[in-house]
């Protein structure tokens, strides 16, 4: 199982960001996918959320400003990111579920950095 996620970087704050995961090794389209964060010296929280059936949630923080979506056809995971915030600067971790301690996958991780 892989999840590979790209489309991290700089960006000024006010500025927006499409982030992807892709997923390889399981039946994509029956799992739920999450976007987690970690800022430096901080915990690990949840970000938004996408079930198989597409409905969606989000923490209050990015509520508004974040939009999670999901491409079955292509195996992938994305987060788009408006009016970005330096506090949203983080790394944004990918993470497949079906619910099952052993059905949980995490990908690499992306840095996001919003600063001017």
């Known amino acids: 199982v892989q999840l590979v996620e790209s489309g991290g970087g700089l960006v000024q704050p006010g500025g927006s960001l499409r982030i992807s995961c892709a997923a390889s090794g399981i039946t994509f389209s029956i799992y739920a996918m999450d976007w987690y964060r970690q800022a430096p010296g901080k915990q690990r929280e949840l970000v938004a959320q996408i079930t198989s059936s597409g409905s969606t949630n989000y923490a209050d923080s990015v509520k508004g400003r974040f939009t999670i979506s999901r491409d079955n056809a292509k195996n992938t995971v994305y987060l788009q990111m408006n009016s970005l915030k330096s506090e949203d600067t983080a790394v944004y971790y990918c993470?497949?579920?079906?619910?099952?301690?052993?059905?949980?996958?995490w990908g690499q991780g992306t840095q996001v950095t919003v600063s001017s």
């Open positions: 993470n497949a579920h079906l619910g099952s301690p052993s059905l949980n996958y």
